[in-house]
């Protein structure tokens, strides 16, 4: 199935629910964005590539103005975003 990315997160958000973290890099369309909606409304956690390190901000520019994300971080920051959320939730 292409394009997957909401699929994978729809799933994602339906069996882990608020224990979801997506991460969403640089990607042509919008595909993701009605996942990130349900990961989000789920109590999980979105986060995003920001526009200045991103190739195309096609994908992760449409999750960070629909308002979904946490953060929204270069690509270099975000290894270590997610290593804080981790030791948050362990």
């Known amino acids: 199935c292409r394009p997957a990315v909401d699929l994978l997160f729809l799933s994602a958000a339906e069996v882990y629910g608020a224990r ?3 991460v969403i890099l640089t990607g042509m369309g919008q595909d993701g964005l009605e996942g990130a909606k349900a990961i989000a409304k789920a109590g999980g956690t979105v986060i995003a590539q920001d ?3 991103s190739v195309v ?3 992760p520019g449409m999750a960070a ?3 979904v994300c946490s953060a929204v971080l270069p690509a270099r920051e975000l290894p270590s975003y997610i290593r804080t959320l981790a030791t ?3």
Request: net charge negative.
């Open 20 to 22: 979801t973290l997506a």
């Open 51 to 53: 526009e200045d390190s």
């Open 57 to 59: 901000w096609g994908m």
């Open 65 to 67: 103005t629909a308002g």
């Open 88 to 90: 948050r939730h362990p």
